[in-house]
């Protein structure tokens, strides 16, 4: 089971650190996605961004639900046609938001639910 970091660490984390590197690590994904080749790696990285942003632990995805996920087919052309843009917005909307004290809470709900505007991926 991973160490639970306290909030004082998580949020000495937000301000040295994270409050800028999700936003660059965000726009890396969308460039992995952005070729069929990176799309693995970009999928990783969008997976990523809430431990980034918060080090908050990553999610288990032995604990997903697999009856409650979407088909790979859907998902797959959800992703071609809207996924690929729609989370470029979704995860900058975010971003701006976390740099402020009053947006920070809607950050954080909306990066993680980044996977799921991306590729309709639900942990």
Known sequence: MPEQRSLLTRS???VAVGWWA???LVNIAWLCNATVVGIPVGIALINLVPTALTLKDPRDRDAADGDSQHGLPLRAVYFVLVGWWASLLWANLAAVLAVT???????????????YVTSLYRF
């Open 22 to 24: 999700t936003p660059a």
């Open 101 to 115: 004290i009053v947006g920070l809470p809607v950050a954080i709900w909306m990066f993680d639910r980044l996977p």
């Open 12 to 14: 000495l984390w937000f």
